[in-house]
């Protein structure tokens, strides 16, 4: 059983940036493919990136690209979202999730077997 832990959430001003850390229970984050997600109250999950075991990386949705940046460091067994110049848009629970058995990111909720409880962000002046 994995278990994920997402951390760095918080309250940030309109156009501050926060770094969110995905970490495992166990060290074994550098075998598995990991996702970002996010919820809003009353929206759907959203997928926000991706970031398979050996570093391939993959952004979903146009309003990603140039703000959000995934990384890993499997010598620390942890994954990180940045994200730069947030707007309220932004207020969101996020999750980490983990891919078991393959390097693909794909976008959908399903792909993932295992996924963290999630950490707030509120983007608030």
């Known amino acids: 059983q994995l278990q994920l832990v997402e951390s760095g959430g918080g309250l940030v001003q309109p156009g501050g940036s926060l770094r969110l850390s995905c970490t495992a229970s166990?060290?074994?984050?550098?075998?598995?493919?990991i996702g970002w997600f996010r919820q809003a109250p009353a929206e759907e999950r959203e997928a926000l990136a991706c970031?398979?075991?050996?570093?391939?990386?993959?952004l979903y949705g146009g309003s990603m690209q140039g703000r959000f940046t995934v990384s890993r460091d499997n010598a620390k067994s942890a994954v990180y979202l940045q994200i730069n110049n947030l707007t309220p848009e932004d207020t969101a629970i996020y999750y980490c999730?983990?891919?078991?058995?393959?390097?693909?990111?794909?976008?959908?909720?399903?792909?993932?077997?295992?996924w963290g409880r999630g950490t707030q962000v509120t983007v608030s002046s």
């Open positions: 999730a983990a891919h078991v058995g393959g390097s693909v990111c794909r976008g959908e909720s399903s792909h993932y077997q295992y």
């Open positions: 166990q060290s074994t984050l550098g075998a598995v493919t």
């Open positions: 970031i398979t075991r050996s570093g391939g990386r993959v």
